[in-house]
């Protein structure tokens, strides 16, 4: 039933069908992914656009002390404020940000830190926009991933690096810039001895919206990091969201789970 059920999820007549149906199907048969034949992801991938209306209505909040956002990463403010207690004027690069409300969230919590925000072009336009207009502190915009000579404190994949085509590009970025700490949340990773390439996926469960993203090889890309004098130091599975499953996935896998993974840098020169 699968076989059938994934030969039309990956055809363009699921992409054509009509809202209503689609979240049906999704309702009886609660299938996310499917694997495609593409070796790299489709130009455009992601379309969303960044309301700036909604944003000024998250930075409204800033003085709501019970104000806390969808995340995924529960546990990043924790990391953050223990850091801060030995570690005065630290940075955090938030990579593929979104929404405002991160920063809005952890700025109520943490002093003399600088948040770093980068999206797609138009994104970072309007929260540019609304620094200047609402006289936001601590947070800047990086445009074109400029990082400069001093090394950040932690770089921040919420649910973004398996949605960007030229990913191991992005983290050499971070690498020539010897960030610090890299935290991965909510990233799909696999384990199987017939395949050690990312696979990409086609998401299916928010149809009309079609987005594709990397399946990463888990023991390629620790090998990758460790490469690049990343040490593994924490890892654990994600299950923010609900009846997630890749049930539909042929037994190939030993493993297929999104995870939560935090490398930190080991400076091999001293």
């Known amino acids: 039933m699968y076989k059938i059920l994934n030969n039309f999820y990956q055809s363009n007549i699921f ?7 689609a979240r049906k199907l999704f309702k009886i048969f609660k299938i996310f992914f499917v694997e495609t034949n593409l070796v790299s992801l489709p130009k455009n991938n992601h379309p969303t656009y960044l309301d700036k209306d909604l944003q000024s209505k998250i930075i409204a909040n800033e003085n709501d002390q019970f104000y806390r956002p969808f995340s995924t990463c529960f546990y990043l ?4 404020s223990l850091y801060s207690k030995t570690h005065k004027n630290f940075s955090l690069f938030d990579f593929g940000a979104n929404n405002i409300d991160n920063f809005i969230y952890l ?4 002093k003399n830190w600088q948040y770093i925000y980068h999206d797609l072009p138009h994104y970072n336009e309007v929260i540019s926009s609304l ?3 609402k006289g936001l502190k601590n947070i800047t915009v990086s445009q ?7 090394p950040i404190d932690f770089a921040f994949f919420g649910s973004s690096l398996h949605y960007t085509n030229n990913y191991k590009q992005v983290l050499e970025r971070f690498f020539q810039n010897k960030t610090k700490n890299i935290i991965l949340s909510h990233t799909p990773f696999y384990i199987s001895n017939k395949n050690k390439n990312d696979i990409v996926l086609k998401q299916v469960n928010i149809h009309p919206i079609i987005n594709y993203a990397y399946l990463f ?3 390629n890309f620790i090998t990758f990091m460790k490469d690049n004098n990343y040490t593994l130091v924490s890892q654990n599975k994600n299950n923010l969201i609900k009846f997630l499953n890749f049930k539909n996935f042929s037994n190939d896998f030993s493993f297929i789970n999104f ?4 490398f930190s840098y080991q400076n091999n020169d001293s």
């Open 107 to 110: 700025n109520r919590y943490l």
């Open 15 to 21: 992409d054509k069908l009509p809202k209503l149906l």
């Open 144 to 150: 074109n991933l400029s990082l400069g000579e001093k």
């Open 131 to 133: 620094i200047e207009e």
């Open 259 to 262: 995870l939560d993974l935090t």
């Open 77 to 80: 403010l924790e990391i953050l």
């Open 217 to 219: 090889q888990y023991d």
